[in-house]
């Protein structure tokens, strides 16, 4: 299995701001799913995106994939003090499990 | 409909004691993985298991650590003989399939004395 790489490690943005991460990866995928982990918990699911799908909306969240570029962004739009968080990306491959990078820290102050 | 749930959710062992997490995961689901998380680092795999069966456990050190699934029960992961080295938050997750988004319990934090 292969991880994906969030980029930047660290966001600090005003509320109502949007934020806006990557992830870039390696290898083929059959999907990419992204997760949050506030303080102390556990990771949550956000979105899972198939190869074939190019962007794909959940609230205030939409998510692209570019699998030509081997890359995937995730908006926040309308950022609220609550988003702060640590966002993952990682991989979907049959048979395997999820692989994790360090994440990208999300403060967001009001 | 309840989430994953790990017990304890805080864990305190002296070097050389046993320590036993416990993992259930979410009805209906048959998958359970087990991740490691150091400080400031992203979750590491360290086991994939379906009732009664281990798929993947190349995450996991070969000494020390095992991990199981009953047919009935929750998934357990042991480990043995802690060192302060094991000092992690350890979390579970479920999935009703193989490559399906999988739900994290809150994780469970070990402190070796």
């Known amino acids: 299995s292969q991880q994906g790489e969030e980029d930047p490690q660290a966001l600090s943005i005003q509320e109502g701001e949007n934020a806006t991460m990557n992830c870039s990866y390696k290898?083929?995928?059959?999907?990419l799913q992204w997760y949050r982990q506030n303080s102390g918990r556990g990771l949550v699911h956000l979105i899972l995106?198939?190869?074939?799908?190019r962007e794909k909306h959940s609230g205030r969240l939409r998510v692209t994939l570019d699998t030509s570029k081997k890359s995937s962004s995730l908006l926040i739009t309308a950022s609220r003090a609550a988003d702060t968080a640590s966002y993952f990306c990682s991989l979907g491959q049959a048979g395997t499990a999820l692989i994790f990078g360090k994440g990208t820290t999300l403060s967001v102050s009001s | 409909n309840a989430g994953v749930m790990q017990n304890p959710r805080h864990l305190v062992r002296r070097r050389g004691q046993e320590a036993r997490l416990r993992c259930s995961p979410m009805?209906?689901?048959?998958?359970v993985y087990w991740y490691r998380q150091l400080p400031e680092e992203g979750l590491k795999f360290m086991v994939y298991l379906q009732k009664e069966n281990i798929i993947d456990e190349s995450g996991m050190p070969k000494e020390r650590f095992s991990a199981e699934f009953p047919k009935e029960g929750p998934s357990i992961l042991r480990i043995q003989q802690v060192v302060r080295g094991d000092s992690a938050a350890y979390f579970c997750?479920?999935?009703?399939?193989?490559?399906?988004?999988?739900?994290f319990g809150d994780g469970t934090r070990l402190s070796i004395l």
């Open positions: 009805k209906g689901h048959s998958h």
């Open positions: 290898t083929s995928i059959n999907n």
């Open positions: 997750a479920s999935s009703k399939g193989e490559v399906q988004p999988q739900h």
């Open positions: 995106i198939r190869s074939n799908e």
